[in-house]
């Protein structure tokens, strides 16, 4: 078996949609992916919908923490994934030379003065582990569970 694929999960504040990203490469791509995610903002918890919403599916990611970017893996990495809304947030912009896909996927996290809402968060979840799954059979990485 040769190396593991190197993959670097990115939305903006690193508390929903790249948490869930990273947690369901890790439970789909086992060995064969060393995954990682984090904000272009982050230093924001984790929303505790994003927590529960993965238990409901049998992954703990309480005691996850929100990260910032790192450029160190963000250019050691084989493959960059965006999950940001590019009309309506700030996406990173990815060096040429540097693998990367775009997921358009709205962020579940209300915008202030807006009450959060448990089936945004499943919508969003279930989108995200139907593009993991994708992403994994594209790179020829068959599903560990």
């Known amino acids: 078996m040769g190396e593991p694929v190197k993959i670097y999960f990115i ?3 690193n508390r929903a949609r790249s948490q869930m990203a990273e947690a369901f490469a890790k439970k789909y791509g086992g060995d064969r992916v060393a995954v990682s995610s984090a904000g272009v903002d982050g230093a924001k ?6 927590v529960e919403v993965m238990k409901e599916v049998g992954i703990d990611i309480s005691q ?3 990260k910032t970017l790192n450029m160190k893996t963000f250019v050691d990495s084989n493959l ?18 540097i693998q990367n896909e775009q997921w358009d996927i709205v962020d579940p996290v209300p915008k202030v003065g807006s009450e959060p809402d448990m089936e945004s968060f499943r919508k969003v979840r279930d989108e995200i582990e139907r593009h993991v799954k994708g ?10 569970v």
């Open 11 to 13: 939305c903006i504040f």
């Open 64 to 66: 996850n923490k929100s």
């Open 135 to 144: 992403l994994l059979h594209r790179l020829g990485i068959h599903e560990t």
């Open 80 to 97: 960059i994934v965006k999950l940001c809304e590019e009309a309506h947030e700030r996406c990173p912009i990815v060096p040429f030379g």
């Open 45 to 50: 918890e984790i929303h505790p919908m994003t």
